[in-house]
C-alpha cells in the first residue's frame, strides 16, 4: 500500500521557519523524483521545489530560491523543505508528490499539511 505521509506543519509569525517532512512507503523510494506542491485557498495548486532521485539536482520556484532547501534521504525514505523567511501570502496546504520514472509515469500524493502565516 503506498503512502506520502507529510508532517511538519503549523502556524508560524512573518518570517518565521518550517521543516517539512514527507515519509513514503510502498514503492521504491529511490527511484521517484521528489516534490513539493502547494496550494492556498481559492488558487491552483503549484510546483514548489523539486529534487532528484538521489539528491543531485533540484529546482525551485522562483520566488522561493534562496529560502526553501529541499533534500530527501534515501535510507528513512523521506523528502524534506526546509522554509525560511516565510511570508502571509506562503500560507497554503503543502503536498508531497513522488513521480516514477518510465512511460506512463506513475505518480502518488500526500494528504497535505498545512502551513499557515500569520502577519
Known amino acids: 500500500q503506498v503512502q506520502l505521509v507529510e508532517s511538519g506543519g503549523g502556524l508560524v509569525q512573518n518570517g518565521g521557519s518550517l521543516n517539512l517532512s514527507c515519509t513514503a512507503s510502498g514503492f521504491t523510494f529511490s527511484t521517484y523524483l521528489m516534490s513539493w506542491y502547494r496550494q492556498a485557498p481559492g488558487k491552483e495548486r503549484e510546483l514548489v521545489a523539486s529534487i532528484s532521485t538521489h539528491g543531485g539536482s533540484t529546482n525551485y520556484k522562483d520566488s522561493v530560491k534562496g529560502r526553501f532547501t529541499i533534500s530527501r534521504d534515501n535510507t528513512k525514505n523521506t523528502v524534506y523543505l526546509q522554509m525560511n523567511s516565510l511570508t502571509p501570502d506562503e500560507t497554503a496546504v503543502y503536498y508531497c508528490?513522488?513521480?516514477?520514472?518510465?512511460?506512463?509515469?506513475?505518480?502518488?500524493w500526500g494528504q497535505g499539511t498545512q502551513v499557515t502565516v500569520s502577519s
Open positions: 508528490k513522488a513521480r516514477g520514472i518510465g512511460s506512463p509515469a506513475r505518480e502518488y
